[in-house]
C-alpha cells in the first residue's frame, strides 16, 4: 500500500527500534490509556501482532508503519483486525505527534479503508473516545460517520458501505 506521502510498510519486529520513538509522548495515550511501551514491550507486541493473526484464529491482524516519502522515516501505525469471517475490521491510527497536524492520519485512515473496501470487507468501524476530537476529524475525513452506539466509553464510528448491516 503507499498513498500520496506516505508508505506503508507491513509490520516487523524489527520496527520496534525506530517506533518506540514515535510512541513515546504520553499525550498519545490520554484517550486510549496506557503508558509509552518500552522498547522490551514493543518487541514483544510486534512478535505477536506480527504472526498476522490472533491465536485462536478468529481475528485477521494487518499492521503497517507509516513512512513519510521519500526518506522513510516512521512517523506512526495504522491497523485493521478483522474478525467475523472477514465481514468487520476495526481500524485504528496513531501518528507520533512530531507529526501530527499535517494530514498523514486523515491520509493513512483514508487509504486504509479503501484498501479494506476493495478486499470485499463490508463493515469498517473505529472506537472514539467522544472527547478525542482530532480522532474523530481524522474518521470523519476517511468517511467513517458516528454512530448512537458507545463500548467502554468510546464511541462506534462506523463507514457507510451499503453492505454494513451484516450481524
Do not use: C
Request: proline letters at 7%; a neutral charge; hydrophobic letters at 35%.
Amino acid at each position: 500500500m503507499a498513498s500520496t506521502r506516505l508508505l506503508y510498510t507491513p509490520l516487523s519486529v524489527a520496527d520496534a527500534d525506530e517506533m518506540v520513538h514515535v510512541l513515546s509522548a504520553a499525550s498519545l495515550y490520554t484517550f486510549t490509556g496506557g503508558t509509552a511501551p518500552t522498547l522490551h514491550e514493543l518487541r514483544a507486541r510486534y512478535t505477536r501482532q506480527s504472526t498476522g493473526h490472533s491465536p485462536d484464529g478468529t481475528q485477521t491482524w494487518h499492521n503497517w508503519i507509516l513512512r513519510k516519502k521519500p526518506d522513510a522515516q516512521a512517523v506512526g501505525y495504522v491497523q485493521a483486525t478483522i474478525t467475523d469471517n472477514g465481514h468487520r475490521a476495526e481500524v485504528a491510527w496513531v501518528i507520533g505527534t512530531p507529526w501530527q497536524g499535517h494530514g498523514y492520519a486523515s491520509e493513512a485512515a483514508r487509504t486504509l479503508i479503501t484498501w479494506l473496501l476493495t478486499t470485499g470487507v463490508p463493515t469498517i468501524q473505529a472506537h472514539i473516545h467522544p472527547a478525542h476530537t482530532a480522532s474523530a476529524t481524522v474518521a470523519r475525513r476517511a468517511g467513517l460517520l458516528p454512530t448512537d452506539q458507545f463500548n467502554d466509553g468510546e464511541q462506534l464510528w462506523q463507514h457507510p458501505h451499503p453492505l454494513n448491516n451484516h450481524p
